[in-house]
């Protein structure tokens, strides 16, 4: 069969005539499957697809978590209320008990502790007797004796001095004196030993 015999469709594309489909893609005769532009927009396409999926994916496992969440909820506020509910007077009666219990033991402790009475003697103040034997055993003068009880009254040197109107030099020896007349070496050893020997109240 000769080219002429084929019909008019086929003569064109025997004797080098672009195909309609071909024509539109340019003069090169690319078809529609080999464009490079089309590789790309599928792939695209193909991509975002993908992404969707994924998306969708995770937005239906986040809300089945969250209903299991509240269905979780629900189910233990349903058992708490029919707990409190069906044994109302069980929680009532403990809750009772329990407070006569802690009554009862504050009441025992308060009534079992011991008490402290504290009872105030007076004791009838003696008037101070002073040993005038252990005064004349140590040879102590009336100056030296007073500057002693002064000592005893916390008084410094210097407010000695003032006191018994003399210098700060004399109440210095005065007191060197005694303290070598009692076996002291300090002012609080000399009014010990003062207090002991009953020269001083």
Known sequence: MDVAARGPGLTGLATGAVHPRERRYGSSAITPNKHPH???????????????????????????????????????????RYLVVEHSLEIYGGLVAALFAALGIWLGLRLTRARTTVVEIRVPSTPFVRNDAAVEACGITPRELEILELIAAGLST??????????????????RRLFDKLGAKRRTQAVQLGKERGIIP
């Open 158 to 175: 210097k407010e000695i001095a003032e006191r018994v109107f003399v210098s700060e030099n004399t109440v210095k020896t005065h007191s």
């Open 38 to 80: 089309a590789r790309e927009r599928r792939g695209r396409v193909a991509g975002l697809r993908g992404d969707w999926q994924t998306w969708a994916v995770k937005k239906h496992v986040l809300l089945y978590g969250l209903i299991a969440g509240v269905l979780v909820a629900a189910l233990r506020l349903i058992e708490y």
